[in-house]
């Protein structure tokens, strides 16, 4: 399975930005689930959000709750992170992962970088 990130750049605080995650192939298994995550210098990986797959739910941080949006394209084998109202502190490498199958799918990452 390959994955591919896309749709970072620069942008202002308060704007917004889509990425785009797209997935050579998906599992049908409910529990699989994508997710992404974001790393700046020196700090860990931090797990931004995840959909199931399977269904709709959804999960988010607590830092980016109510502000980004994951949602998924099944036809296209595509996900998505709509984030608004972004801060500084959003800037970093955004990381998609796929838990598809019981094993876990890696993106490149794209960069986001939020400043004025």
């Known amino acids: 399975v390959q994955v591919m990130e896309s749709g970072g750049g620069l942008v202002q605080p308060g704007g917004s930005l889509r990425l785009s995650c797209a997935f050579s192939?998906?599992?049908?298994?409910?529990?699989?689930?994508i997710s992404w995550f974001r790393q700046t210098p020196g700090k860990e990986r931090e797990w931004v959000t995840t959909?199931?797959?399977?269904?709709?739910?959804?999960v988010y941080a607590d830092s980016v709750k109510g502000r980004f949006i994951i949602s998924k394209d099944d036809d296209k084998n595509m996900v998505y992170l709509q984030m608004n109202d972004l801060k500084p502190e959003d800037t970093g490498v955004y990381y998609c992962?796929?838990?598809?199958?019981?094993?876990?799918?890696w993106g490149q990452g794209t960069q986001v970088t939020v400043s004025s």
């Open positions: 192939e998906f599992t049908p298994f409910r529990k699989d689930a």
């Open positions: 959909i199931l797959i399977g269904g709709l739910d959804t």
């Open positions: 992962r796929g838990n598809l199958g019981g094993y876990y799918y």
